[in-house]
């Protein structure tokens, strides 16, 4: 037999817009209600059966109604269908309703794990829609690939879907069509955004590698990421911040304010929002506009990151904690706009693609602390450099420094040092 998504050493995403037809696009529908009604009926049950556990006294038909609660759990897929007969509707994806019971499984036991996450609450109705399926092999098969599962790719510009059948589509990268032979597609994901694009994600596993990797020389780089300038490595070379939402925020605020007026009209008129044609009008509008700026800040974080994992050995940044700052509301916007986080996590998942080092340290003092003599500011009576102090001379050794290049060199050094005592 094969061996499965977990087993296989090199994964790879990929994310393609798809066409559907009017059909399918009521199918897309269908499942993605299904699944968020059997995730909250999930949550449902186990919201009732822990406030039943609340009862103390030995009530009968409270006991008969936890063991109910308690079988149906075990076997939710059965149970949640048997009372719900529309689930049945040979239209729903059967491994649809298996994926959302195990998402919602998947986020109990992330609370578990980490308490920061909170318990699993219930899914709103939403304008976008999204709902998860698998790639199913037949067992004969000793070789999946791209070509002979439940997803599958039909040629470059089309893929078949469980349920949904043939759908055209663009997208796909070249180095990922050209090994579909040797990939396996593990859970795909079809899913609706907000102006009404739609797209289907795919995980995939191999064991050759989805990239060319360049052998290059020891090239360690220590990166410092500020709002000033988006970033600054340990070589003095800088990247100007782009401040994409900055740039269209005046745009934006008059069409949410167009938005805004739609909606009290709408309410105004006692007509649901949903049936108001002028607001949902204006709210694709707004859609848009929010989609363009969230896309050029992706496509620009994702040149920066692979432009770094392909010619550095060695990328080491700061362990940076954007809740906790996006807490200073003087800076809040800035660093929302830049996408630190989604940077780093580029960084982490493209150095294993590439073959590459990725290590985070901790910031403490990598600004403070002169490079070249390790004298600290804010030590023997002197101050601490502020955000405008974007320059500086060491008070002990009296190199001048540029700020955020010094901190680039000391986030290298501390790199270095974490990995020598691995």
Known sequence: ?????????YHYGVKVRVFPSTEQKRLIKHNSDACRFIYNEMNGMNRELFMLKQVKLPIAIVQTRIETLKQRLKRPSTGISNIHGWLNDPDLDSLMKANAIQNYRAAWNLFRKVHQSGVPVFHKRKTEQKYQTSCMYAGKLNVPNMVNGSVRLIDKQHLQLPKLGTMRFKGIPDKV????????????????????????SMQLASEQLF??????????????????????????????????????????????RKLSRRALRAKKENRPLRQAANYQKQRAVVATIQRKIANRRKNFLHLVSTTLIKNHDLVVAEELRSKNMLRNHALAMSIADVGWRTLLGMLSYKAKLYSRQFVTINPRNTTQTCHECGFVMGNAGTKKLTLNDRDWTCPKCGIHHIRDWNAANNILDKGLETLATI
């Open 177 to 200: 069509f050209a090994h579909r032979n040797n990939t396996r597609i593990g859970t795909t994901t079809i899913s609706m955004d907000a102006t009404g694009r739609y797209y289907v």
């Open 1 to 9: 037999m094969s061996k499965t998504m977990a087993k296989l050493p």
């Open 211 to 256: 990239v060319e990797i360049d052998h290059i020389k020891q090239s360690p780089v220590g990166i410092d990421l500020n709002t000033d300038n988006f970033l600054t490595d340990s070589n003095g070379n800088v990247v100007s911040n782009p401040r994409y939402y900055r740039s269209i925020k005046g745009k934006l605020a008059k069409a949410q």
